[in-house]
């Protein structure tokens, strides 16, 4: 099956600076949040811990070490036929603190290397200015995102980093997965507010009053960036970045028609409202009022909001799941928030593939703010084995090319729907520390690395199976490689 995409398309991949760059405290880098995170499981939760303990493995100290082996990797994603590769930048790479005048020289140059690298390929970047991660000294002095000296400290960062890449990035994301700092996974990850706390990952716990607070000061931050790029750097495109997590009502119940409307709310529909229509939702306010929400607004926040309407959307899909008021089987899966959907199959991690829910999805988005869209991470996490074959290293991952084929095609059918989708980018192209779980046994990649969860391995880069399959797909603009 072939399917039509349009001219110029971007194909690619994702990851995240914290999850595979390594070398966390090289060349004048400081801790980020992410460097007190243990390593864990799908059966035991990471732990944070305050100080940094030898005893411990820490596994997104090392990650997979693309700092070290980013032209090696770089040309990998090249030969499978990147056009576009979405990576972050590390503020704390940038200004170890956050809150030094001056920012790392080290940090900046690095990154300058990557950028001329990816040229070399005709690689466009994507950067995420802030993934899952910030210097961990905002934490311990502000609380992370609840303290609004962030926002300051934020813009100085972006504009630093616009200034020095203007000629050689035009795509930029403020925030990753920013809606999940409206949840309880928000205190770990987006906004970054567990001051003080020692312990499983899991028990972390923030009120709604500060998660909603942190997030109102990340939208502030977002639009004078967004302002800023739009007013000095007519050339950036600037978007936002979901975790798109569909849900369907778990029957034709009216109770769980509203139960599901006000979910996708609340998941789906809250922080990109805000972000590409410039101003809160008209339902926010009863959400706040119910959820015991009073929102410090200083004068002007609600201007900067407004200036920084986004240039595009782009969102994470990997799953859906249901919500009703019956008895609904429950998930163990993380991030999905829901129930079963018995008429899908799930991952070995609990979560459920579902590709006519990315089709979906893309002209739900699509009819609601008509603006360009990109799928910026999808990908299915496996455990994938090495093996000799003919005196070669192979990995066979058909699950994975099946997986893949899927969603491409899911994609072809809403842009035949009419969505202007102009680009994807597989999450994990390469093996790389899992976010939720700090495993590495939990593998997204199309090149494996030889690097296991008890911290040992030779980081040898293998092509697999499915790296064959994505290259066919992606050289053919999706003309071949779907059957």
Same mark, same amino acid.
């Given at each position: 099956?072939?399917?039509? *995409? ?6 690619? %991949? ?22 007190? *995170? ?18 411990? =493995? ?26 576009? *590769? ?38 466009? !970047? ?8 910030? !210097? ?15 926002? /300051? ?18 795509? #930029? =994301? ?14 770990? *990850? ?57 849900? $369907?009502?778990?029957?034709?119940? !009216? ?22 229509? %410039?101003? $809160? ?6 959400? #706040? ?9 200083? /004068?002007?926040?609600? /201007? ?107 994609? %072809? ?10 680009? $994807?980018? #597989?999450?994990?192209?390469? /093996? ?22 008890? %911290? ?25 490689? =779907?059957?």
């Amino acid at each position: 099956m072939a399917v039509t *995409f349009p001219e110029g398309f971007f194909w690619g %991949g994702a990851t995240a600076a914290n999850q595979f760059e390594g070398a966390w405290d090289v060349d004048g880098r400081g801790p980020s949040v992410d460097d007190h *995170f243990t390593g864990g499981s799908y059966e035991r939760p990471r732990e944070i811990t305050i100080d940094i303990k030898p005893d411990l =493995l820490y596994p997104n100290h090392d990650g997979i070490d693309f700092y070290h082996r980013y032209a090696e990797d770089i040309a990998l994603f090249a030969e499978m036929g990147f056009t576009m *590769f979405r990576m972050s930048i590390s503020w704390s790479r940038i200004f170890p603190t956050g809150m030094e005048d001056e920012p790392n020289e080290a940090g900046l140059a690095f990154y300058d290397r990557v950028f001329d690298e990816c040229k070399k390929h005709g690689i466009e !970047p994507l950067v995420t200015l802030s993934h899952y991660e910030m !210097p961990y000294a905002l934490v311990e002095k502000y609380n992370g995102w609840e303290g609004r000296e962030l926002i /300051d400290l934020f813009v100085k960062y972006c504009a630093t980093v616009f200034e020095r890449y203007k000629d050689k990035v035009t795509y #930029w =994301l403020t925030f990753n997965e920013i809606n999940c700092g409206a949840t309880d996974m928000g205190n770990l *990850f987006e906004t970054s507010m567990i001051r003080g706390f020692e312990g499983p990952a899991s028990e972390a716990k923030t009120t709604a009053q500060q998660r909603f607070q942190a997030l109102h000061h990340q939208f502030v931050a977002s639009g004078r960036v967004v302002r800023l790029a739009h007013e000095k750097y007519p050339q950036f495109k600037m978007g936002n970045m979901d975790c798109f997590i569909l849900s $369907y009502p778990a029957t034709c119940d !009216p109770k769980d028609i509203l139960l599901n409307q006000a979910n996708m709310r609340e998941m789906n529909w809250y922080c990109s409202d805000v972000q590409v229509r %410039g101003s $809160y939702p008209s339902y926010a306010r009863r959400y #706040w009022r119910e959820h015991g929400v009073e929102l410090a607004i200083a /004068d002007g926040d609600l /201007d900067d909001i407004a200036a920084g309407k986004v240039d595009f959307y782009t969102f994470s899909y990997y799953m859906s799941n249901i919500v009703g008021t019956h008895d609904v089987e429950q998930t163990s899966g993380n991030m999905t928030f829901g129930g079963v959907n018995p008429y899908l199959e799930s991952t070995e991690w609990g979560w459920q593939i579902d590709p006519d829910g990315l089709r979906y999805a893309l002209n739900e988005i699509y009819d609601r703010y008509q603006i360009p869209l990109m799928v910026v991470e999808n990908g299915m996490g496996a455990r994938d084995e090495a093996v000799v074959e003919d005196g070669e290293k192979r990995v066979h991952d058909d699950y994975r090319i099946e997986y893949l084929k899927k969603h491409v095609r899911a994609m %072809g059918e809403a842009v035949d729907d009419g969505v202007d989708l102009i680009g $994807y980018t #597989w999450w994990g192209p390469i /093996d790389l520390v899992s976010a939720g779980t700090g495993e590495m046994r939990k593998r997204y990649g199309f090149i494996y690395v030889d690097k296991h969860d008890d %911290g040992t391995g030779t980081y040898e880069r293998i092509r697999k199976d499915s790296f064959f399959a994505y290259q066919k797909i992606m050289k053919s603009n999706g003309a071949e490689g =779907l059957e």
